[in-house]
């Protein structure tokens, strides 16, 4: 990745992205409440939280500088997006592509416990 693309994805608002993660787990027949708890697994943030964070349209910068990352998050490996996900340097970009690995997986159907890894 480059820095033009990790500038353009730390700039991104949470607000703008979780409706399209919502829509995408619900068109496969998922729910919010999964996917709030693969993203809870990941961050730490709650249902409210996360709430919070969509009313004050924070950049992803800022949420994941808030977000108490999971210490099994490296665990998380694979492609998104044609990158690698344990491969890519940018620390902030690689946060944003784990939260986006682990809603394919939950759109894809992989079972919970597979997909928070403990």
């Known amino acids: 990745m480059n820095g033009t ?8 608002t949470f607000a703008t992205v979780f409706p399209l993660y919502l829509a995408k787990v619900e068109r496969k027949g998922k729910t919010k409440e999964e996917l709030i708890k693969v993203i809870e697994w990941l ?37 998104i997006c044609g990158y690698r996900v344990e491969e890519i340097e940018n620390p902030l970009t690689q946060q944003v592509r784990f939260m986006d690995k682990l ?3 939950l759109a894809n159907g992989k079972k919970m416990e597979k997909i928070l890894r403990n």
């Open 5 to 12: 693309s990790d500038d353009r994805i730390a700039k991104m």
């Open 43 to 79: 961050t730490g943030f709650d249902q409210q939280q996360l709430q919070e964070l969509v009313d004050q349209k924070v950049t992803f910068q800022e949420f994941f500088s808030k977000a108490k990352l999971n210490p099994n998050a490296k665990l998380i490996t694979g492609v």
């Open 103 to 105: 809603v394919d997986e």
